[in-house]
């Protein structure tokens, strides 16, 4: 079985891994703190499991980014912002 995070940064850049976010952690493209969970109520923003073999690809790991958390509905800090992905 493999598992992943969406890890996103707070100005809203998305990294999928195999990993969670560390403390320390830092997006590639901006610089600004990765996060996978919900500051205020430490719900994991979205994980997947798998079976089998996975690639990681664009293709296979999209998902629609969230502006807030599921569980308590607090709004992340890239809620509203548009990021050109391409």
């Not at 996978?36 to 690639?55: A, F, N, R």
């Not at 607090?74 to 990021?83: L, R, V």
């Amino acid at each position: 079985m493999s598992t992943f995070y969406a890890r996103i940064c707070k100005n809203g850049h998305v990294n999928i891994t195999y990993r969670r976010a560390g403390k320390e952690e830092r997006c590639k493209e901006c610089g600004a703190p990765l996060m996978d969970s919900c500051p205020q109520c430490g719900s994991v923003i979205k994980k997947w499991h798998y079976y089998g073999m996975v690639y990681l690809t664009p293709k296979n790991l999209k998902f629609q980014r969230p502006d807030s958390c599921r569980e308590c509905g607090y709004t992340f800090p890239w809620a509203g912002k548009n990021i050109n992905f391409d």
